[in-house]
Nanobody
Framework: QVQLVESGGGLVQPGGSLRLSCAAS????????MHWVRQAPGKGLEWVSC????????YYADSVKGRFTISRDNAKNTLSLQMNSLKSKDTAVYFC??????????????WGKGTLVTVSS
């Protein structure tokens, strides 16, 4: 029953902003690290960011650090990714994913279907 549903993707101009959301269900969302991973057209998966269960610890890929902000609302079982100063290289399908273990962030066992972000003029 684990389900992750991303939303908020779309077309945005370079330098613009977009906020992605991930609605989680089927597990105790507040117990797990959560991740955002993306896949650019014709490219492999690229890890973007993660956040611990309490939301007080975050990590970012160098490519997005300073521009993206990950957050969560455990009361609403929602994961978010605020993306600012978007670049064409940010164009990708963005997936949210659940960590396998509640005590260790590495490894993801469930993924959403993704939402497409296109950064273009």
């Amino acid at each position: 029953q684990v389900q992750l549903v991303e939303s908020g993707g779309g077309l945005v101009q370079p330098g613009g902003s977009l906020r992605l959301s991930c609605a989680a269900s089927g597990f105790t969302f507040s117990n797990y690290w959560m991740h955002w991973v993306r896949q650019a057209p014709g490219k492999g998966l690229e890890w973007v960011s993660c956040i611990n269960s309490g939301g007080d610890t975050t990590y970012y890929a160098d490519s997005v650090k300073g521009r993206f902000t990950i957050s969560r609302d455990n009361a609403k079982n929602t994961l978010s990714l605020q993306m600012n100063s978007l670049k064409s290289k940010d164009t990708a399908v963005y997936f949210c994913a659940k960590a396998v273990l509640i005590t260790w962030p590495h490894g993801m066992d469930y993924w959403g279907k993704g939402t497409l972000v296109t950064v273009s003029s």
